[in-house]
């Protein structure tokens, strides 16, 4: 879980800087997240998750939903804000999507280190 929970992090910080900074050119780098079932597979061997990493993908995600709904309003109330010529309000959708995944990478990171 850890190697996910880091690939989805510097994914989702790799688009979003990206995004930020070129616009939506930069969501290209989405395609990176393809690559997650490869980096799953090798890093784990196990096929089956036990009860305290399906307690903490669960909890990830409800940590990462609240922190969704804070970001969505930071993105809404700074939509005027232009970054190297491009408006945030123009890159809503695509700023949400990868800070989804900068969130739960860095949750899942910080929970999985805590548990350990």
Known sequence: MIWRYGFTGFVGLAATTATLLFGPAGSALFALFALL???THFAT???KPDEREIHLFLKTN???GALMVLTIMAIYYGSATVIN?????DQWHLLTIFSALLWQ???GL?????RS
């Open 45 to 47: 061997r196990k096929r």
């Open 105 to 107: 990478g860095g949750v």
């Open 37 to 39: 079932p490869v980096v």
């Open 62 to 64: 409800n940590i990462t």
């Open 85 to 89: 010529g491009h408006r945030l309000g």
């Open 110 to 114: 910080i929970l999985s280190r805590k």
